[in-house]
């Protein structure tokens, strides 16, 4: 049998004016995931510096929900003049994730590494 795959789901902690305590992550992202015959799990934001390889160890796949926006210049590129300004609680761990990926995906891309796909 094969192992179904852990899909992180990036979730959100409400404002400090919610006092319900709750963890927010939309049903019809995790829903998506199990029809797909993986295993959902909220990724919340996190602070530490070791967060993206801790998350990036514990599963197989992330679903970026989305919310607000990044920041690009953060990613080298120019901010929408409509972008909404508030940084969302979990943006340096996408932040990161992005770079992550980009990063990937630019080296995988390179003529001196097609040997490697």
Known sequence: MTRRP??????DIPAA??????VLTRQ???RAV?????????????????????????????????GRDLRAELHGAQEHPERIQDEPPHGRLLSAFVD??????????????LEER
């Open 100 to 113: 992550a990926c980009r990063a990937f995906a630019e080296r995988r891309t390179r003529p001196d590494n």
């Open 17 to 22: 004016q919610d006092a319900s305590g709750d």
């Open 6 to 11: 852990i899909i992180g789901v990036t979730g």
């Open 34 to 66: 199990l029809r797909a015959e993986g295993y959902p799990v909220t990724v919340l934001p996190a602070e530490e510096p070791n967060a993206l390889d801790a998350v990036r160890a514990a599963v197989d796949g992330l679903l970026f929900t989305g």
């Open 28 to 30: 019809n992202y995790a």
